[in-house]
């Protein structure tokens, strides 16, 4: 699954932070060892969006949760020769009760995402299981799925994203060691 993907990307991006002291944002406080054993509560959301900005391909993701921080991936030009983009870690959500708001800067250029996340009302129940880097992942709660409306404006042009994955995640997360 792409957001189980993302989720273990960030995931890895906090562990190197924390591991190796870098990347850690004024005001940012920090977080847990996500490579310990352990059983943790997680909470946040996750939109994961695709769009233009005129004829400018646009890929977005845009990830917070309480206990590892908030991460902005952004790519323009996708798929294309003149790809490029930014990553970053965020003291602030991204998405504040409905509202969105996310920025970088790429290639010179400020990138900005505005717009609203509402609840659906549809709720997915989440069971999985995965066993990565010496632990056994088991992740139980539930995803509130969101109806994100968001408009994407890049190097004076503009245009709608549209996300296929968009959710609230409330989640209890345990790892164990399976490293004799």
Do not use: W
């Amino acid at each position: 699954m792409r957001s189980t993907q993302l989720i273990t990307g960030a995931l890895a991006v906090a562990a190197t932070s924390a591991l190796i002291g870098l990347g850690t944002a004024p005001g940012i406080a920090q977080t847990p060892d996500p490579t310990a054993p352990g059983t943790s509560r997680e909470t946040g959301k996750l939109l994961e969006c695709t769009g233009a900005a005129g004829a400018i391909p646009v890929r977005a993701n845009l990830y917070q949760n309480t206990t590892y921080g908030n991460f902005l991936e952004v790519l323009v030009h996708d798929g294309t020769p003149d790809e490029a983009g930014a990553s970053r870690e965020a003291a602030k959500p991204f998405v504040v009760k409905n509202k969105v708001r996310a920025t970088a800067r790429i290639a010179g250029e400020k990138l900005v995402i505005t717009g609203t996340a509402k609840p659906t009302g549809e709720v997915r129940r989440v069971h999985d299981v995965v066993e990565d880097a010496g632990l056994r992942i088991v992740t139980t709660g539930k995803h509130k799925l969101l109806k994100p409306i968001l408009k994407v404006s890049y190097a004076g042009r503009s245009g709608r994203l549209t996300c296929d994955n968009a959710f609230a995640f409330n989640l209890k997360v345990t790892k164990t060691s399976i490293v004799d």
